[in-house]
């Protein structure tokens, strides 16, 4: 492994939290859409992560992050009482999606602080080879 594959792991972090963060806004600006092309309410969606090898060789400890699906929750939408809403059953319910607006929002702030922490070891990676080229000098 060469000694630049800090930089890697740090980026493959940071692009696998910044599609986190895609999924997660796109569930918060559905959860009230009540029709998809697919018929029936927005399916809340949830991405997978899986280590990714940094090197050829697979023995190696040094492991990245990826993003490797992003899968829909197979739970049952909220029946909503609207009788008056155009999307509602012969009972009057409407099919919302199964989001919960707060848990979305803690997932979203777990998703900043990783990105920050990431942003902050690969600074630090920086800093330390600038400081290590100085020595030379």
């Known amino acids: 492994m060469d000694m630049f594959s800090v930089f890697d792991i740090s ?3 940071l692009q696998a939290q910044r599609e986190r ?6 569930n918060m600006a559905n959860v009230h859409t009540t029709k998809t092309q697919e018929g029936g309410p927005y399916k809340r969606q949830d ?6 090898p940094m090197d050829k060789d697979p023995s ?3 492991q990245g992050v990826m993003v490797s699906e992003i899968v829909k929750d197979k739970g049952d939408p909220m029946l909503v009482y609207e009788p008056n809403n155009p999307d509602a059953n012969a009972k009057g ?3 919302m999606p199964n989001i919960n607006v707060v ?8 998703a900043s602080r990783a990105y920050e922490a990431n942003v902050s070891a690969f600074n630090a990676s920086k800093g330390m080879f600038q400081r290590t ?5």
């Open 11 to 13: 980026s493959s972090a």
């Open 47 to 52: 991405v997978v992560f899986r280590s990714l």
């Open 60 to 62: 190696t400890p040094f």
């Open 93 to 95: 319910y409407v099919e």
């Open 21 to 26: 963060l895609n999924v997660i806004a796109s």
């Open 103 to 110: 848990e979305e929002m803690v997932d979203m702030m777990m």
């Open 133 to 137: 080229l100085e020595i030379g000098r």
